[in-house]
């Protein structure tokens, strides 16, 4: 006797879950620990690490915004203080500083969740928050400056990485 695919009526198999017995086709099978499994025994779902909803994505701009004024008030201080020939080396520092603290802000607001998603809004607000604070820093589009700002951009990602 053929059997045919639970699904798909038209496609002969051999198959069966191996939990509810349908049969199933090569195209309806799931891999799992215990053998085959058709997909609603299988249950397949998201990684709980990787699932970012969108109250999430809320959380996780609402954090870049509340860290970047935090980042352009802190600018815009250093930029009152009579710093020297310490003023070049030190808005580097605190650009660099300022994407691995808007990473882990980012990470920390979303239970440490990780996705695409938010690495793009964790890189995103580093590079306009540097952006606005340019006029205040000096800062130029010079290599030192661009390599800052690549530096503190990955830091901020890469704490997101999938």
């Known amino acids: 006797m053929t059997a045919y695919c639970y699904r798909h009526a038209n496609t002969e198999t051999g198959l069966r879950c191996g939990s509810c017995d349908r049969s199933i086709c090569v195209k309806c099978v799931v891999q799992h620990p215990v053998g085959i499994r ?31 004024v935090v980042f352009v008030l802190l600018v815009v201080g250093l930029s009152l203080l009579p710093l020297g020939f310490l ?3 030190l808005r ?16 920390q607001a979303v ?3 990780r996705g695409r998603g938010l690495q793009w809004v964790a890189g995103a607000s580093v590079v306009v928050a540097a952006i606005l604070v340019a006029p205040w820093q000096g800062l130029g589009v010079g290599f030192y400056e661009l390599a800052s700002l690549g530096i503190a951009t990955y830091l901020a990602v890469s704490q997101l990485r999938i």
């Open 111 to 113: 239970n440490k969740k």
């Open 38 to 68: 058709c997909q609603e025994c299988a249950r397949v779902r998201k990684i709980p690490v990787l699932d970012v909803t969108p109250s999430y994505y809320a959380r996780a701009v609402a954090t870049a915004v509340g860290v970047g």
């Open 87 to 89: 003023a070049f080396p």
């Open 92 to 107: 580097m520092l605190v650009l660099v500083g300022f994407g691995y603290v808007m990473g882990s802000a980012v990470s």
